[in-house]
C-alpha cells in the first residue's frame, strides 16, 4: 500500500492511499464471502454464492459498495498508523479509482489531532484556604437552622414590613399604561429580602402596612429572560393583604433537642462547627485543585482546530437536552421560554467548549508524557461510580457501554483523570505549614 500525505491546513490533512490489485482483489474476496454469509440465495448455500451470483440477486452497485466498504475499512486505519496521525474527526472520502483488475485508489481528508507543548505541570504551587471556624460562622448557621423551625404568624395589626418578613400582596404591572402577560398576581407571599422579584421591587415594600396600595416603579434588567419585557420601565399597583413575620424558637438546651437531639445547646454549636469545618475545608480542596488544574492549563500552548471546538459543543447541548428530558422539558419547550435559537445557545458554549477541549487535550498529553496507563482495575472502579450516581447496576453499566462501542471514550476519560490525579499529587499548598523538626543535640 502507498501512502502520500498532504497537508490542506495546520489542521487538515489528504491521505492519497492507494491499494494494490492483488491486495484489493483478495479484499473483494473476502467482502463477498461475508456477504454471501448473510443472504439466502436459491441453489447455494450460505456464505458458497460466488460474486456474479451477488451481482444478479443483489445489484452490481450494492456488491461494489460492499467490497470498497471493505477495502477502505483496513486501508484507510493502516495508512494514519503508517503516518502516525491520529484524526479528530471521521474521514471525507473521495474514491478515484475502484475498477477491478485494477489498484483501488482514493482521498480520507480529515482533520488531525492538534500537537501540545506542555508548560510547567510538576509542582504547581498554589496557596489552599485556610480553614477557620469562628463563633460568627456558627452563629449564621444557627440562625439558619431557627429559621427551619420558626413558625409563619400573622403580624399584629399595624405591623410596619421589614427585611424578612412575607408581604401577602396583589400586584398588577404594566408598561407605558399597558398590562402584560404574567405581570399579575393575587395573595402572592413575598419574602422582603429574598431578591426572588424584579430588582427593587421589595424594597419599596418595606415600611407598608396591611391594607395599604402602592405603585412601585422598576425597571427590568437587560438580561431579563423575557426578551419583550428586557430594559423596560414598568409600574406595578401593589396592595398588601397582610404581613407575616417568623416567630423563632429561643436558642437554649430544649431547642437543641428538638433541632439536633443534643443535650445541650453547647453540644449542638460543636457539631454545626464540625459540619461547617468539613463543609468549607471541601470547598477549599475544590478551589485549591480547579486552581492547580486551570494554571497547568495556561502553561500549556495548543492550537485547537474549530471542529473539536464545535463538537464540544454539540455534546454539551446533548447533554443538557438530556437534563432537560429527565425535568420533563425538551429542548424546543427551553428555546421557547428563553427567547431564543439554538445557534444563540451554540454560541453561548462556544468559550466553555473550547476550554473544555484544551483541558482534554492537555491531560491526554501529559498522561502520555507520565506513562499513564489505565488498569482493568480503574475502569471497574469507574463504573462502579457510573452506577452509583444513575442508581443501576454495575453489569448493567458496563452492558450499555459495550453496545454502545464506548469502551475507547470511558478509557480516555478515565487517563484523563488520573493524569489530572497526578497533577494534583505534585502540586505544593503554599499555605501549609511545615513543622520544624527540633535540632539534636550532641550527645556529650
Known sequence: MNVTVNEVDRHQV??????????????????????????NIPGFRKGKAPRKVLESFLGKEAVKQEIEEAIMNKAYPDALSEQAIEPVTDPEIHIISSEKGADFVFEATVTKKPEVTLGEYKGIKIGKDVV???????????KNLQKQHAKLLVAPEGTVIENEDFAIIDFKGSIDGVAFEGGEGKAYPLEIGSHSFIPGF??????????????VKVTFPETYHEASLAGKEAVFAVTVQDVKRREYPEVNDEFAKEAGKFETIAELREDLRKRIFARVSLQAVEKFNNEVLKTVIQNAEVDIPQVMVDNKVDQMIDEMAMKLETQGMNMDAYLKYTKQDIQKLKEQYAQPAKENVKMDLVLECIAKAENIDVTEQDLNAEI???????????????????????????????????????????????NEKVEEKPEEKPEA
Open 14 to 39: 489528504i491521505l492519497h492511499i492507494e491499494v494494490p490489485e492483488k491486495e484489493a482483489a483478495k479484499a473483494a474476496v473476502r467482502a463477498c464471502n461475508v456477504l454471501a454469509g448473510k443472504v
Open 132 to 142: 477557620d471556624i469562628t463563633d460568627e460562622d456558627i452563629d449564621k448557621e444557627l
Open 202 to 215: 421589595e424594597e419599596q415594600l418595606v415600611g407598608m402596612k396591611a391594607g395599604e396600595s402602592k405603585d
Open 384 to 430: 462502579f461510580t457510573m452506577s452509583q450516581n444513575f442508581g443501576a447496576d454495575p453489569k448493567e453499566v458496563y452492558k450499555i457501554i459495550v453496545k454502545e462501542h464506548r469502551v475507547p471514550l470511558l478509557i480516555q476519560s478515565v487517563r484523563r483523570k488520573k493524569a489530572a490525579s497526578f497533577i494534583l499529587g505534585q502540586a505544593i499548598d503554599t
